[in-house]
């Protein structure tokens, strides 16, 4: 039985559960002369948390080991003596037969990948029965359980709420396993990296020529400095200049000068700029914004610029996180006591005074949060740069030169046919390691001063 009939037969059950427990439930309600610890309906939730949640328990945890012992059992057919001993071609046999079996492949490079393929076939269909049987099975013993447990004494709610409850905790402890997770792996393939690249010389050199690099000395052309700079240059100076300035103004006219109603629409429409897919951003800056610098360069003189600049990357970048900047700053604008306003125009200051010196200083601390979260969304950025800027790792403060990011070469190391123990490749996880250490640090940094804008206020 596939996963997804699995799923809705045993949500059938669970609904027959709760019908049956409530039918149950009610009919003891009525002949009990004292009132029932719990509701009908408590009493059939309580049946169906016992239906549902341990077969489904048990499908997730028979989906991680049954693929093991799939292979085991075909590992165990006749056909498989003949597999070679290296792992790399062991393992691709491997997977092109479980292709065929799942019918996700309609032809084998290798012959021992056709004749195992039959193998894997019977082991999969087997034990996906046997997993079928063993989570109804479960789904029937706990129904029953729970149904004879149904009584007007029964605290049914309670035990509801309590699972509710471990259900909520199990849902937010996937996501701090995840994030551990994701830490670890980059943690663990970074370490592998410096044991091959000195530390030192990832983090301060200032060559990065991953495409040639020496088996003696391999840091001498991974020094990530021009990718950090790149990173710094595009994410935090150039969409800087033209986020901070816009997002800070727009939220200004939107709180201080616009009308409700145009205030109603507009600033919906100026937060749809961040729903926008970050591909598109991407291609109106590889196809309109950089063809049209370089034009405009040309223009001016300047024969030699890029329209993989750093300047086409930033442009579109600080667009994209406008919202980001506006509605930090339209918050906190906002969230100034309204009598700190009505002082400052009471005694005689224009709006413009207003805003300069009383609203924005009383604010700053969120607009700060804002700017630098902002910052954070933008050194992470993939798409846009991936598009729009250049691969030459350069070291350079002319916007119109070509630059390029961290994100960008972990793109480029991870999607080439290097082995995954080479040096080029484990260099995109300490990258990786780093850019994130640096977000993660923005981020703290702009939530404690949140925390403290929303202190002082409360």
Known sequence: MTGPLLLFVV??????????ARTRALAQSAAAATRPAALPAQNAAFVALWTVVPALL?????????????????????????LPTSPYERETILNEARALAAGSAY?????QSTRLAPAFAEAGERYRWIGTALALLLAFAGGAW????????????????????LLLLAASLIAILTTLGIVLSLVVESARFFRLVPPVDFLFGTNWSPQIISARDPGATLGAVPLFWGTFFIGAVIAMIVAIPFGLMSAIYLTQYASPGFRRWMKPALEMLAGVPTVVYGYFAALTVGPAIRQIAVALGMPYASSESALSAGLVMGVMIIPFVSSMAD????AVPTAMRDGSLAMGATTNETIRRVLLPAALPGVV????????????????????????????LNPLESATTVTKQIVDLLTGEAEFDSPKTLAAFALGLTLFAITLLLNIVALSVVRRYREAYE
Not at 63 to 81: E, K, N, R
Not at 159 to 165: D, S
Request: net charge neutral; hydrophobic share 60%.
């Open 11 to 20: 949500a059938g059950l669970g609904l027959i559960g709760w019908l049956t």
């Open 58 to 82: 048990f499908a997730l945890v028979w989906m991680a080991v049954s693929p093991a012992l799939v292979t085991a059992s075909a590992l165990a057919d006749p056909a498989a003596l003949s």
């Open 107 to 111: 032809g084998a490079f290798f012959d």
């Open 146 to 165: 729970a149904y004879s447990r149904v009584s007007p004494t029964l605290r049914a709610r309670d035990k509801v709420e309590r699972g509710v409850m």
């Open 331 to 334: 918050d906190s604008i906002a």
């Open 369 to 396: 949060a804002g700017v630098l979260l902002a910052v954070s969304r933008a050194i992470g950025e993939t798409m846009i740069v991936v598009m729009a800027a250049s691969g030459a790792a350069t070291i350079t």
